[in-house]
């Protein structure tokens, strides 16, 4: 079963009364499916956290600490593995990824491999990072595993890591034949199987410690 079928299955599951990712249609502003990056570059600063996807905005719910936790560390080890040895760069939500023309992202933490720099502008990144990570809560998994999942193969996005506090695992995921297939689903001290951060020296568990 390819990865993009078991998400679907997956996605049969609710988060109940959580607060989760959903459109935000009370933003003023285009019709929903008509969003651009220049129509949610101009919503206000409210502190709040918009996407769109397919030229739908989506608003998330605050992140909690142990997302930001996690955050904070993948980003720190990643810095030092591929900034350190200039290998390319690592950027922290909040950073716009303009994916394309409607469908503009923030992932958690994104890389980019040093001949793909000039994607990084002042202001945002346009294109395909290299690596883009998200750190699933509650009341992002569903979002992250569906529409995320869906721009990010459209996009051309290399690899994709989902990473669950909950359950201290990441899985990582690398495009083969238009799709995402999983290279499997690593946790405590085995180190990350990936393609685009090769040898990269880091245990799963020391994401969560």
Do not use: C
């Amino acid at each position: 079963m390819d990865l993009l079928t078991k998400g679907r299955i997956q996605m049969t599951l609710t988060p109940g009364s959580l607060p989760v990712t959903t459109p935000a249609d009370t933003i003023q502003g285009p019709e929903q499916g008509q969003w651009t990056y220049e129509d949610y570059a101009a919503i206000p600063d409210d502190g709040k956290r918009y996407e769109v996807v397919n030229g739908v905005l989506f608003m998330s719910p605050a992140p909690n600490k142990w997302h930001q936790k996690t955050v904070g560390r993948i980003f720190r080890y990643l810095a030092a593995h591929i900034e350190d040895t200039g290998l390319g760069e690592v950027y922290i939500a909040p950073f716009d990824v303009e994916l394309a023309s409607h469908t503009v992202v923030q992932p958690d933490v994104l890389v980019l491999l040093k001949p793909n720099l000039e994607k990084a502008t002042d202001s945002h990144v346009i294109g395909a990072p290299d690596l883009v990570v998200e750190v699933a809560s509650p009341g992002t998994a569903i979002y992250d595993r569906r529409a995320k999942f869906d721009a990010y193969i459209q996009a051309g996005v290399p690899e994709y890591w989902i990473v669950e506090p909950a359950s201290h695992s990441v899985e990582v995921l690398t495009i083969e034949n238009g799709t995402y297939f999983s290279r499997g689903i690593f946790e405590g001290k085995t180190a990350l199987s990936s393609k685009v951060v090769p040898d990269f020296p880091i245990h799963v568990e020391q994401f969560f410690i």
